[in-house]
Each structure stands twice: as C-alpha cells, then as structure tokens.
C-alpha cells in the first residue's frame, strides 16, 4: 500500500464518523516531513477523539499501524503520524488558530469529493 492509498483510507475513516472540512494535501514536493497532509475537524473534544480513533482502527485493521500521536490528551488537536501521512484532527477553535490549510498553501490540494459521501 502506498502513501496516496493510506491517506485516502484516513479520509474515508474521518468522512464515515462525520468529520469536518476534510482536506487532503501533497506535500511530497515541498516538504520531508511527509507525503500527505490530512486535515480535518470535530464539533467537540470528543468528536475530535472519535475521529481519530477511527483513523487509527480503520488503518490498523488494514496493516498500517501509527507510527506515533500527538495531542491525544489535548482538547484541540491530534495528530497521527504514518511516517508518510500525517493525520490532523482539530476542533474548530484549534484548526483556525493554527490554520494549517493556510500554512500548507504551496502544497496540492487533492480533489477527495468522489471519495468523501457528505
């Protein structure tokens, strides 16, 4: 399974619990830290802890485990690290603090709506 696919299933696992202005971006050209960047958003703390339980079951069960987390106590932001996907989960409040989407501008925004039910 490559990076492309991993994101996806994350996307998928975000959009199946109803998360938020889900956004995926290459930023294989741009950065080392990784290939993909998921962006994503809960309505609460515990909607953001839903979401990314579900990223990490839903990968796990397909052989790709997290390499490492991030946040998991925090009321804002969790990040999960697959090496060559990094998996961002905010609340509203956190995501527009730290406004990735803006931060990772120069990288390529993949068109997920065909992948994405909402």
Same mark, same amino acid.
């Given at each position: 399974?490559?990076s &492309?696919?991993?994101? +996806?299933?994350a996307?998928?696992?975000?959009?199946?619990?109803?998360?938020?202005?889900i956004?995926?971006?290459? +930023?294989?050209d741009?950065s080392?830290?990784?290939?993909?960047?998921?962006?994503?958003?809960?309505?609460?703390s515990?909607?953001?802890?839903a !979401?990314?339980?579900?990223?990490e079951?839903q990968?796990?069960?397909?052989?790709?485990?997290?390499?490492? %987390?991030?946040? &998991?106590?925090?009321?804002?932001w %969790?990040? !999960?690290? &697959?090496?060559?996907? !990094?998996?961002?989960?905010?609340?509203?409040?956190?995501?527009?603090? &730290?406004?990735l989407?803006?931060?990772?501008?120069?990288?390529?925004?993949?068109?997920?709506?065909?992948?994405?039910?909402?």
């Amino acid at each position: 399974m490559n990076s &492309y696919d991993e994101a +996806i299933m994350a996307v998928k696992a975000l959009d199946s619990k109803k998360g938020l202005d889900i956004q995926l971006i290459e +930023i294989k050209d741009i950065s080392v830290l990784a290939d993909y960047m998921v962006i994503a958003t809960g309505t609460s703390s515990t909607h953001v802890k839903a !979401l990314a339980d579900e990223v990490e079951y839903q990968l796990d069960n397909q052989g790709v485990s997290v390499s490492h %987390i991030e946040g &998991y106590r925090s009321n804002g932001w %969790i990040l !999960l690290d &697959y090496v060559d996907v !990094l998996v961002n989960v905010f609340s509203d409040e956190s995501r527009e603090f &730290y406004d990735l989407d803006r931060l990772w501008q120069d990288g390529k925004i993949i068109d997920i709506s065909d992948v994405i039910k909402q």
